[in-house]
Structures are given as structure tokens and as C-alpha cells.
């Protein structure tokens, strides 16, 4: 992955250097493709991560061999691009080198593709870069993205299957310098060869060692068979929030191109979180060796590497190998997975759904097995997959209380079904406490929707606690961004605080004139809104009396709005809803 420079809205963390150390994470599992009726016909095999790590030791013995890296431009990029060259024409492939002259150090891209008889309009790309830095040998940066796709690009020749779509296989040069050599192709083809592609699919630092599995385009519908392979195996990924930008997939979403990928992290921060979730160390980067010498084989989670290469052989056999049509299937979820309520109150989730595999969908929303006196609803009760929907969980005051599972089951042309634990309390009275959840946004984008990047670690703006932060506006440009949140606030309590910590900074010199705004809203409720005027050189604590929506379910939303120049960014953190 290449080191981006510190831009308003779309700065990232820079490098951390950390000693590297051993991880806590699960050992290596079986990951043979999940048994989902939609996808038994396309039969995905397992990809062994033996011969995986294989590939990375030869990457190894490369960078060994020429001055201890793999940069572009480098007599160890040039040995990289005559190995995974002379694998491929050994499995049977025609291999293309197309020379990025516009490359800062020209070197070649690889191309290589598998037809069968599939039509030439019909095309699913899969790529990874193949350069590092000169700093070391670059195995997950990103000799592991590369071995991942050789060692897919093997197996697919030797099983030999029959094809609905061509598969394109591309090694890339320069992406360290800015996504040199993706650019370079990209801009090759022909208005008409790029309509050909119908996904292109990014595979960029998939073994970090403390790693998190991460996701390109996470809801997108080209998306939806690494996320049902990862969800199989209980992975619950998350966007890559950090990778936004700074790999090759952006050279094709820029040119309207569907993309997704898999990555787990480089120099940004794992979460407590995504610590409890995945394992690993919290506060920690996900990659210790990151763009350093120490990126070396040692520097390798075999377990992530296994689960990516797993991964991408399922969504190779999903979009492009026949064996008959896959059936319509989709997937359902609910976020969060469990809450409470108290008697007399309310308390909301979302349920999302993704096409896993076919086309898309009309998803009818029902649930089961409710205790008497609370109702569940579903607003809208049915959306297309890929949608998603607000569940309403309303206790009555005679509701029984106690700890309940409730099933939500998804109608369509099969049934699917995610589970939801509620705890219904009290005889009514106060159940107190802060209910803003992610309310340091360290979770990055969990719990709160809105304009994507708007929630970010980029150390452009500090945050006021943590690494996270929301950053609206800063982008000096006409614009408006969001970030919202449903909020269940409980009935019968004393007191009701909404909170948030504020800081301002603007390019605008005017003193009279609000040019750029920020307006907070509770429901349809405008509590306040800040402007270029309200500039101030350090957080300032906001505070707001939420006692007129007791017992209510509301949205509490943050929106910015820029003018067309001279930047004022509206950072916000730590926010919180406190009855007692």
C-alpha cells in the first residue's frame, strides 16, 4: 500500500514504528468454501496456504538477492516480474508485460488472462502490486496481496473449469509512487475494453500481523462474495476505512469501474473493538513492519493470509466459473447484535442485507420470537438486497422481562435469518446511562452512517481523545457531508445531557458573514448551528437538555455544508446522550 500525503478530508496516519512483536490470534482454521445453497453448484476449492507461503519465501530469496528489496524500477522488481511470469506461462496462461513509461520508475505490469469460452465482454479483473519500498522486502506490503493472486491463478488453470466469464489476472508496478501502473493501464483501454469489466477486485497487505479484515466498498454489491465468505467464517469485517485512495482499485473506481478487495491494515491502529473481535493487540498497529526492514517473511499471519486466499477462490468461482447459474441468494444482518430496553421505552437496530450471489431482490422483513408485551418493527418492512432497514424494538410497561433471542428472517426467493439478544428491564423508573454508541468513533464507522470518510484518523485534525474523530466540510470546495445516529433515549429519568466537544477551523477571513455551516439536529429538531464565525483554536465542549425526548426513539444528525471556496472544517468527537 503506498504512504499518501496529509490532504484536507482524506489524510491518513503516517507510519508507526513499533518493534515487532507476536500477535494473539487464532491459529490457522480449515476454510473450505461455506455450504450456502447458492453457491454448492460452483464448488470453490480450498487454496493451500502452504504453497501461498511458498511464493512469499521466493519473493524472499529475491529481494535477498538485489539489495534487500523489491521497489519498482529495481533489479529485484525486475526477478519478481520473471517469477510470477514464468509460473503463469508453466500453468498454461499467454502473459502480457505492458511498460508503465509514464512510471517514475519504469517497470512492467503484468497481465495474464483466463478465458475459456466465456464471451470477451465479459470480464472480472483481480489484481494486486507487485513492487515494495526500498526500505525492505515488502511481504505484506505486498508480496502477500501478489502470492495470493499467483497462487489462485495456478489453481484456476489446473482445475480448468468451465467458464461463464473471463477471469484477468493483473500484477501491478509503481503503485508505491501513486498508483503508477494501474493509472497506466487504465488509461490504455478504450471507453469500450473498460465497459468490459464488470468488477475489478484489490488484494493489498492481506497478512498483517495484527490485523483486522477489512474491506473495499464494504456494502457494494461487487463486495458480496468476499464479504459472504469472510462472514461465513464468523469474521464480521469491516470497511477499509484506512485504505481508501491509496491502493490500485481507486486507478479503476476513477474510471467508473465496480471495485471491491480484501486488506488488513497498515500503520493505522487496531481498536479494543476490533481487538475483542479478531484478536490481536489493541492500540497497536496492524502492521508493526509497515514499509520497514522488518517486513520480512517473519512478518506474515498465516491465519489471514489462509482466510484471503480462501476468499478470493470463492469469489473467482462466484462471479466467473459455471457449473450451472447460481441461484438468487442473499444475506441478512443486524447491527448491533444485541441491546437492551426498559419498560415503557424503545430501542432501534439495523439490518442490512447484500446479493450474495445472482441478481438482486425484493427482501420481505419479519421477526420471531418477541416475549409478550414487545413488538417488533421493521421500517421499511421490505427492501431490495442490499438495502437495509430500521428494527424497532418497543417493551409495553407490563412487558415480561428477562433476556430474549429474537429471530429476523428475510423473504425473498429463499429464507435467510440473523439473530438479535434483547434484555427487557425494570418495572418502568429510570434505566439511565449513555447511550451514543461508538461515541469516540474509535470503531471508525460502526453504529454512526453518513458521507464516508467523514469519520477518520488522519492526523490533519487531531482528535480531542483517541486516534478517531468526525471531520466534516475541509474541503474547500461546495459540498455537504452527514453523520447520523438512532438513538433510544429511556423514559423516567431525572436528567438528560447531550454532549459533543466541537472544534472549528476556517480559511475564511470574513468576520460577518457565515459562509459555511454546521447544523446539529435532534428528530426534526434543529438544536443548534455553528459557522466559519465560531472558529476557535482548540475543542469547545457543547451541551444540550434532551429531556423532551425521553422515551423516544430519534436520529441525532450532523451535517456540513461548504461553500465553493476557502476551507472550514467542523471536527467533532466525544459525543454522548447521559440520562440519570
Known amino acids: 500500500m503506498r504512504r499518501t500525503t496529509l490532504t484536507a478530508g482524506l489524510a491518513l496516519a503516517a507510519a508507526v514504528a513499533l518493534a515487532a512483536s507476536t500477535a494473539t490470534l487464532p491459529a490457522v482454521a480449515a476454510s473450505a468454501p461455506p455450504a450456502s445453497p447458492a453457491f454448492a453448484a460452483l464448488a470453490a476449492p480450498d487454496i493451500s496456504v502452504a504453497n501461498v507461503q511458498a511464493h512469499l519465501t ?24 520473471s517469477y510470477v511470469k514464468s509460473k503463469l506461462q508453466a500453468a498454461g496462461y499467454t502473459v502480457t508485460e505492458q511498460t508503465c513509461t509514464s512510471c517514475t520508475y519504469q517497470g512492467n505490469n503484468v497481465i495474464a488472462e483466463w478465458a475459456g469460452s466465456a464471451p470477451a465482454d465479459q470480464v472480472v479483473m483481480f489484481g494486486a502490486h507487485l513492487d515494495g519500498v526500498s526500505a525492505g522486502p515488502g511481504i505484506n506490503d505486498n508480496a502477500s496481496g501478489s502470492s495470493v ?3 489462485n491463478a495456478l489453481v484456476l488453470a489446473q482445475q480448468n473449469p468451465t467458464m461463464t466469464k473471463r477471469v484477468r489476472f493483473a500484477w501491478w508496478n509503481g ?12 488509461n490504455s483501454l478504450s471507453s469500450t475494453q473498460k465497459g468490459y469489466i464488470k468488477g475489478y477486485y484489490n488484494f493489498d497487505m492481506v497478512s498483517s500481523t495484527n490485523g483486522g479484515y477489512f474491506i473495499n466498498r464494504l456494502t457494494s454489491t461487487t463486495s458480496a462474495p468476499l464479504k459472504a465468505y469472510w462472514d461465513s467464517l464468523g469474521l464480521s469485517p469491516e470497511e477499509n476505512v484506512e485504505g481508501q485512495g491509496r491502493s490500485d482499485d481507486y486507478s479503476f473506481q476513477q474510471a467508473g469501474i465496480p471495485t471491491s478487495g480484501y486488506a488488513m491494515g497498515a500503520s493505522a491502529r487496531k481498536t479494543s473493538a476490533q481487538a475483542a473481535k479478531w484478536g490481536g493487540t489493541a492500540n497497536a498497529s496492524y502492521d508493526p513492519c509497515y514499509h520497514s526492514s522488518c517486513d520480512t517473511t517473519s512478518n506474515v499471519n498465516a491465519t489471514g493470509l489462509n482466510r484471503s486466499a480462501d476468499g478470493v477462490a470463492y469469489a473467482i468461482w462466484d462471479q466467473a466459473v459455471g457449473g450451472g447459474t447460481p441461484a ?61 432497514s430500521t428494527m424497532t424494538v418497543a417493551a409495553s410497561s407490563t412487558a415480561a422481562t428477562g433476556t430474549y433471542t429474537i429471530t429476523v428472517t428475510g423473504t425473498g426467493a429463499v429464507t435467510r435469518t440473523a439473530t438479535y439478544s434483547i434484555t427487557v428491564t ?21 453504529v ?15 482528535a480531542r481523545t483517541g486516534s478517531y474523530k468526525a471531520w466534516l466540510g475541509g474541503n474547500g470546495s461546495t459540498s455537504t457531508e452527514t453523520l447520523s445516529q438512532s438513538l433510544t433515549v429511556p423514559a423516567g429519568c431525572s436528567t438528560y445531557t447531550l454532549s459533543f466537544w466541537l472544534h472549528i477551523d476556517t480559511a475564511e477571513t470574513t468576520s460577518s458573514t457565515a459562509y459555511d455551516k454546521l447544523t446539529v439536529q435532534v428528530g426534526s429538531t434543529t438544536l443548534a448551528t455553528y459557522s466559519n464565525l465560531n472558529k476557535a483554536s482548540g475543542y469547545v465542549q457543547r451541551t444540550f437538555n434532551a429531556a423532551a425526548y425521553a422515551g423516544q426513539t430519534v436520529t441525532l444528525k450532523f451535517t456540513g455544508v461548504e461553500d465553493f471556496s476557502l476551507q472550514t472544517s467542523f471536527v467533532v468527537d466525544d459525543v454522548t446522550l447521559t440520562a440519570s
Open 58 to 81: 521466493q519473493f524472499q530469496s529475491i529481494a535477498s538477492s538485489n539489495g534487500g528489496h523489491r521497489r519498482a524500477g529495481s533489479a529485484g522488481y525486475t526477478a519478481s516480474v
Open 149 to 151: 493472486l499467483l497462487e
Open 175 to 186: 503503485e508505491e509512487q501513486g498508483l503508477q501502473g494501474s493509472k497506466f493501464y487504465v
Open 328 to 388: 438468487n441468494d442473499f444475506s441478512v444482518a443486524v447491527s448491533p447484535t444485541s441491546g437492551s430496553v426498559a419498560r415503557g421505552a424503545s430501542r432501534t437496530a439495523t439490518v442490512s442485507t447484500a446479493t450474495t450471489s445472482g441478481s438482486a431482490q425484493t427482501v420481505a422483513l419479519s421477526a420471531s420470537g418477541a416475549p409478550s408485551g414487545v413488538s417488533v418493527s421493521f421500517s421499511p418492512s421490505s427492501v431490495t438486497s442490499g438495502g437495509s
Open 426 to 446: 425494570g418495572t418502568g423508573g429510570c434505566a439511565g446511562g449513555q447511550v451514543v454508541g461508538n461515541s469516540s468513533f474509535e470503531s471508525g464507522a460502526t
Open 448 to 462: 454512526w452512517t453518513g458521507t464516508s470518510g467523514v469519520i477518520t484518523n488522519s492526523s490533519s485534525q487531531a
